[in-house]
């Protein structure tokens, strides 16, 4: 595609449940990174992938967060039993290589209520 | 944890005027990039600098990095209303984990 792609643009649930974010990068590039973003915050780390490998999982919050990559292509993230401090805006961004430019997706707008 | 942190927080200027914002981080860099944000969703990247270089322009952009005080500079010149947004910069300390500082939220007024 033309762009970083992210589905849902915003999604509302209730405590508890699981979430699920996805994730298309610009075809051809090798690095994916998910960032987290609360409101007025800057961007909190969260996992990044070169191809379908993920070497730094380090910022994932909890164990309630994982994210997987196939195909080195679409990548979703998950979280579950969601609570509220979850609430952000999750942002995607992929790179032709580990070295270069992000490109990133507008979001998606998470809110647990 | 943060690695870089941008100042000011905040910054007002009128159109016409420069806007200067810095970048402090603090492990060394394989490079550092700036990047802005409008309405608080996607980011664009605006420039990156190489641990090497010391200075680079792109348009009305330029951008400072001093690796002996672990510092960056990014300056606007003429500034715009069209600039107000929030600019951040962002570094890779060789371990390809990006990381982002807090944002110079940056408005100009027309």
């Known amino acids: 595609g033309a762009g970083v792609s992210q589905s849902p643009s915003n999604k509302v649930t209730e405590k508890g449940k699981d979430v699920e974010l996805r994730c298309d990068p610009i075809?051809?590039?090798?690095?994916l990174y998910w960032y987290r973003q609360s409101l007025g915050q800057g961007l909190e780390f969260l996992i990044y992938f070169q191809g379908n490998s993920a070497p730094d999982k380090s910022g994932l919050p909890s164990d309630r967060f994982s994210a997987e990559r196939t195909g080195g292509s679409v990548s979703t993230l998950t979280i579950q039993r969601t609570q509220q401090e979850d609430s952000a805006v999750y942002l995607c961004?992929?790179?032709?290589?580990?070295?270069?430019?992000?490109?990133f997706g507008e979001g998606s707008r998470l809110t647990v209520l | 944890s943060q690695q870089g942190e941008e100042d000011p927080q905040a910054l007002s200027i009128q159109e016409g005027e420069n806007a200067t914002m810095n970048c402090s981080y603090k492990?060394?860099?394989?490079?550092l990039q700036w990047y802005r944000q409008n309405s608080g969703r996607g980011l664009v990247h605006l420039i990156l600098i190489r641990s090497n270089e010391r200075e680079k322009h792109s348009g009305r952009l330029r951008v400072t990095l001093d690796t002996s005080k672990k510092s960056s500079s990014l300056l606007i010149t003429a500034s715009r209303a069209a600039d107000t947004a929030s600019y951040f910069c962002?570094?890779?300390?060789?371990?390809?984990?990006?990381?982002f500082g807090t944002g110079t939220r940056l408005k100009v007024l027309a």
């Open positions: 962002a570094t890779d300390s060789g371990t390809y984990k990006y990381i």
């Open positions: 075809s051809g590039h090798t690095a």
């Open positions: 961004a992929s790179s032709e290589t580990v070295t270069g430019e992000l490109f």
């Open positions: 492990t060394s860099i394989n490079n």
